[in-house]
């Protein structure tokens, strides 16, 4: 899983193994800014894209 900030740079990796169902990840322990971010996720069908917004 990659976070991407607003202009696209990638702030954070999380590693996960294939056939995961729940990725546990808080935001707030890799000091990310207030802030609108992407999540991408990879599948064998393409990418999952889901946008949040992070406040504090």
Known sequence: MNVYDISGRLVAQVPFNKGERVINWNPRKASLA?????VT???DDGVLTQKFVLTH
């Open 41 to 43: 996720l990879e599948k």
């Open 34 to 38: 207030n802030g609108i971010y992407f």
